[in-house]
């Protein structure tokens, strides 16, 4: 069965830095590999994916992703955080060729400092 | 479009009691999800439809059951409601099993 771990429960970034949020999957073959937002009392919004091909993904809202097979690594990256990118940042991972059983990491909280 | 819509927005039940989560969605989708999260976790599938009339378990299918007359509906019941299915729940939908999932606004259920 596949599993995420996203090994930072909290982090804090002052506005204009760079971020990275990082995620470990494991899964015997090439997974599908997802990033969703949740702003507080909301869904979650999907902000990338990937599937196949360029292991370098763009997003919405300025953010990318990187997919590192050697390091089962999906980390998220953007080069200048803006006070609306504070939220809770989930990493899934699917079973590659289907992404309806997706399995979710615990997230990762992004607070913006001003 | 409303998308993916779900009521109610919050619920306190009584241990024992029995409620039904609605979720529908706009888009004609096929494939419809419940999901729930617990704090500081992130979302467990509870039960799944690829289309009306077929339903399957996910992860966490236990106190919980689901039916899927329609393409648009895809209610959630919980019956003898338990203190352990406190928890905010999402519905989720895509068109097909390779499409994004579109998620509604969820539901923060609370059994004491």
């Known amino acids: 069965a596949q599993s995420v771990t996203q090994p930072d429960i909290h982090i804090t970034v002052s506005e204009g830095a760079s971020l990275e949020l990082r995620c470990n999957y494991s899964?015997?073959?090439?997974?599908?590999l997802f990033w969703y937002v949740q702003s507080p009392g909301q869904g979650l919004q999907l902000l990338l994916k990937?599937?196949?091909?360029?292991?370098l993904v763009q997003g919405i809202k300025g953010f990318e992703a990187e997919f590192k097979r050697s390091q089962s690594s999906f980390n998220l990256r953007k080069p200048s955080v803006h006070w609306s990118d504070a939220a809770e940042y989930f990493c899934?991972?699917?079973?590659?060729?289907?992404?309806?059983?997706?399995?979710f990491g615990k997230g990762t909280l992004l607070t913006v400092n001003p | 479009n409303a998308g993916v819509t779900q009521t109610p927005k919050f619920r306190i039940l009584k241990i024992g009691q029995s409620m039904t989560l609605q979720c529908a969605q706009d888009?004609?989708?096929?494939?419809m999800y419940w999901y729930r999260q617990d704090p500081g976790m992130g979302l467990k599938l509870i039960y799944y439809?690829?289309?009306?009339?077929?339903?399957d378990k996910g992860e966490v299918p236990n106190g919980y059951n689901v039916s899927r007359s329609t393409t648009e509906d895809f209610p959630l019941r919980l019956e003898l409601a338990a203190p352990s299915q406190t928890s905010v729940y999402f519905c989720?939908?895509?068109?097909?099993?390779?499409?994004?999932?579109?998620f509604g606004p969820g539901t923060r259920l609370t059994v004491l």
């Open positions: 899964y015997g073959a090439t997974p599908y």
């Open positions: 990937y599937f196949s091909g360029d292991t």
């Open positions: 899934a991972v699917a079973p590659g060729g289907s992404n309806y059983k997706l399995t």
């Open positions: 439809s690829v289309g009306a009339g077929i339903t």
């Open positions: 989720a939908s895509s068109w097909d099993n390779t499409d994004t999932q579109y």
């Open positions: 888009m004609n989708h096929n494939y």
